[in-house]
Every structure is written in C-alpha cells, then in structure tokens.
C-alpha cells in the first residue's frame, strides 16, 4: 500500500483511501543535458543517474521557446505560448496585459480543482524567498492568480492530502556572468564536493573558441551541474525521510540550453535539447526514450499521472500513456528577448532540424543588454576583433543570416553545416518547410504578426525603470535605452 493516503469523505458519508500519486516537478534554469546518463563525463552527477535508472529518460527532448519566460508560460499550461500569447519574452509586464485565452488554465489550478496541495519553491522548499507568500519562480507572461499555488512548501497540505509541488532552482545561473560569479560557484563546489570542475576536462562545442574565459566559465557551469544534481539528491531524500518516495512521481528538466552564445536564446539543439527524466510509481525502470517530444508534454502527463482528465484544448500530449503515438516532429520559436526584437521558428525531427530566420537581414549576434554584458560573449567579440577565430566560429559574427537552415543532426550534431542550398536535400527542406508553415497555420502561432510599438513600449518602460538609480546600473541602462533606439529605428527602415 502506497505510503501517501488521505482520507476523503464523499456524499454518502464513507471514507475512501486517496493514494493517489504526488507529483513534483524540479526544473533548473540554464542548463543542458549535462549530466552522466546523457553523456557527460566531465562531472559526476549521481542522483540524476539515479533518478534515471529507477525511471524513464528521454534522450530528444526539446522546448518549445529557449528562454525562461516564454517556455515557462508554455509549460504550465500545457500550450505552445505562440498560441496563448506569451511568446515575447518578459511580456505582458507593464500598464499592457496579457489574458490567456479562453478556456485555457494553469497546471496547478487543475491539481488544486482535483483537490491535490499545489506549491512551488526554490531549493530548499519553503526557504524564505523576495515578494509575496514567498513562493518560487513563475516569471509567467500572463496575468495569473497566486492563489493557484497554496503555499511555497507541501508541508502545509492536510494530513495525507496529495500534492503537486515545483521546484524552481539557478541551475546554470548559479555561475553568474563573469569571473566574480565562476569564484562563487566554484567555492560551492569546492565546499561541497571538495574539489572543482578541472579546466582540462572541458570539451567545448566546435563553434566556441578555446578562449581561457569561455574555458572557465564552461567548467563553472559544469560546477553547476554538480551542485544542481545534489539537490535533486536532497528533494529525494526528503520525499524518502517523509515516507512518501514510493508514491511520488520525481520529474526532473531544465527550462532551456545552457545560457552561452548559441545557446539560451536560439533554436538550436543547444539551446532547446533539455535532459528530461521521470521516475515514480508506474513508471518502468530503466526505459529510454528516443522519439522526440516536447517540454509542454509534462503538463500533460503530470496530470495523467494523477488520474486527472487532460483537458481537450491543450496541446500537450501525455507521452507516457499506453496509446499514445509518438511525433514526428517538434517545434520551437524565438520572439522577442527583452529589448531585442527577433522572429524565428524552428522544426525538429529526429534526423533534421529546420530553422527559418524571419529577420535574415539582422545579424546573429542583434544587441542585447544582457547577453553582451557576459564575459563569454566579450571574450568571443575579442577574438573576433583580432581574427582569431576559425571560419566555424567566425560565422556567428556575420552581419546577416540565411532566410533558411537545414541541418542533418545525425551526421552534424552541434548544427554547422547549413543543407539548405543542398540540391541532394530539397524534398527535406520542402517537407521541414511545409511541416512549419502548417504549425504556425493550425496552433495559430501569434508571432505571425509583430509585437505592437504599444506593448514594446510599455514592457520596455518596466525593463528601465526598473534599473534607474540602481548602484552599478547606469551604464547598463544607457547600452538598453540604445539598444530600444536601434530596435525602432531598424523597424522603420524594414530591417
């Protein structure tokens, strides 16, 4: 018998035992499938290789946007947030708001209707956090009731009541942005672990230079890793030492890539390929998944698993029922990035990935604030300045992009040879190429049709005025306020 019971009453009065499951969700920013059941043997990362061998992983898993709030918009309700409207990132902040469309709800509200406990939190759980009721990151780009969430730790639930909890880590934002931030995350991990991520053991992908800054702040990031991975061990351990381990389901995946270059941001693998591992009862041990699936589909198959009907309208898939028929293709867009306007959409199957640049005309590398404030970025703009960088890595620098990529990520895995002028690939470029168009016709993707300069501008006037008399801020906030200019200026001239 399931450890987790609750005793419900119904109308004629007699008890019945509520086994069942709960459902956590641990969901690192920033990160990649850095871990060792992926791959990864630079670093150890055990509880997540646990998690795996108890579970099931799936190896093509992909987000539907690769930055943090469009993809969290996507997967708490299930929608691709092309299709509800949330596919500017950090939109719908200012005096301008954004309803989700009808009859669309959050996640945790359906838990809640189905009496389960609902929280989220950082790590660890019901650590005080900055705003109100302290809960954890949302960062949702629509308007949305904290009430759908009881509280920001399931200890507070009714004696054996279920619950559905998330819990919202750095990951990969534990390194910060420069060597101040690589300091601090490498002291975590030389007090926690004893040693730190050796700088000979990075192997960076073949478009980053072997710049000593992109260097340190890879092995950084591979600290993060580590240190992620000991608090996916000490959410398990507390499930165990509450004695609820054997009737929850553990579901472990990062919100996008890794935050670098050609990361965080872009449709490529690095920045849409997420590690997702689920463990828990009725879960087969040690399966893997190679068909490809999309983030949303934890909504869907969160609910599933709590005996909860998935909603008709909801686009996610429960990808673990019995029936369920696996996709033949994923999808992912990038819009807007806090100041810096971009419209691109991509497919991915398991053998090609499609992108189509909307704005070909604008380098790869737009202004943005907050990317060009890392030193990675700084570094690469170094080598660049002095040409020492390879033709693989100088191409990020082009001042323009092709209106199509094509790339067979079976025999090209990091993305680089572009297939689309490749008479011997034009049928694939011609289906990949009608695969999107009828995307973006049948989910109503929203993007079709630029952002209005009255939304820009009133999310744009929460950004600075958020950083105005801030210590340290000022010249952040001027590369911004042009950065605002050049995004105007560039779609008066059409650009």
């Known amino acids: 018998m399931p450890l987790n019971v609750c005793v419900r ?3 004629d009065g007699a008890p019945h035992r509520d086994d069942r499951p709960n459902v956590v969700w641990i969901i690192p920013d920033d990160m990649s499938a850095n871990f060792g059941c992926y791959g990864e043997n630079a670093v150890e990362t055990p509880n997540v290789d646990r998690l795996a061998a108890r579970g099931v992983k799936f190896t093509d898993a992909h987000v539907t946007a690769p930055v943090c709030s469009t993809c969290r918009s996507a997967f708490i309700t299930g929608m691709y947030q092309t299709t509800i409207g949330a596919h500017h990132h950090r939109s719908g902040r200012g005096e301008l708001k954004i309803q989700l469309p009808e009859p669309v709800r959050m ?6 209707d189905a009496g389960y406990y ?10 005080p956090k900055k705003g109100k009721r302290g809960l954890g990151k949302t960062d949702y780009n629509f308007e949305w009731d904290e009430s759908v969430y009881d509280s920001n730790d ?16 750095p990951g990969g934002k534990l390194r910060g942005k420069d060597s101040n931030g690589w300091a601090k995350v490498r002291q975590s991990a030389r007090e926690q672990f004893g040693d730190v991520t050796p700088l000979d053991a990075v192997k960076l992908p073949p478009y980053y230079p072997n710049h000593p800054d992109v260097i340190e702040d890879w092995a950084a990031y591979l600290d993060s890793v580590r240190l992620t991975d000991a608090m996916v061990g000490e959410v ?12 929850t389901i553990v579901l472990f995946m990062t919100d996008h890539g890794i935050s670098h270059a050609r990361g965080k941001q872009f449709l490529y693998d690095e920045g849409t390929h997420v590690p997702l591992v689920i463990a828990g009862p009725g879960i087969t041990s040690g399966t893997v998944r190679d068909d490809v699936v999309e983030h949303i589909d934890i909504a869907a198959l969160s609910l599933a698993a709590a005996g909860i009907d998935v909603p ?4 996610a ?19 807007r990035c806090d100041e810096t306007v971009d419209h691109i959409r991509s497919v991915r199957t398991k053998d090609y990935r499609y992108i189509r640049n909307f704005l070909p005309q604008r380098p790869y590398l737009q202004p943005c604030a907050y990317k060009d404030a890392k030193a990675i970025l700084i570094a690469m703009r ?9 033709p693989v890595q100088e191409a990020w620098f082009a001042d323009h992009r092709p209106e199509e990529e094509l790339y067979d990520v079976q025999a090209d895995p990091h993305q680089i040879h572009n297939l689309a002028d490749d008479p011997a690939h034009a049928q694939t470029l011609n289906e990949m190429r009608e695969r999107l168009n009828q995307w973006m016709v049948q989910t109503n993707d929203q993007g079709r049709t630029p952002e209005s300069s009255e939304m820009y501008d009133s999310d744009m006037k929460v950004y600075v005025d958020g950083l105005r008399g801030k210590q340290g801020q000022s010249e952040h906030l001027e590369t911004i306020e042009e950065n605002i200019a050049l995004m105007k200026r560039w779609a008066a001239e059409g650009k």
Do not use: C
């Not at 399931?154 to 880590?169: D, E, K, L, N, V």
């Not at 898939?317 to 819009?335: E, G, H, M, N, T």
């Open 154 to 169: 399931w200890s507070g639930r009714a004696p054996g009541q279920p619950f559905f909890a998330q819990i919202q880590t």
């Open 317 to 335: 898939r429960d990808i673990l029922a019995d029936d369920y028929k696996p996709r033949q293709a994923v999808f992912s867009a990038r819009d």
């Open 312 to 315: 008709g309208w909801m686009q």
């Open 118 to 127: 609902t929280s989220i939190s950082g790590w660890p759980a019901g650590k």
């Open 107 to 112: 996640v945790p509200e359906l838990f809640q």
């Open 382 to 390: 170094q080598w660049h300045d002095a040409g020492k960088l390879n």
């Open 9 to 11: 009453a119904y109308a």
């Open 236 to 247: 398990i351990a507390r499930l165990e030492s509450e004695g609820v381990s054997d009737n």
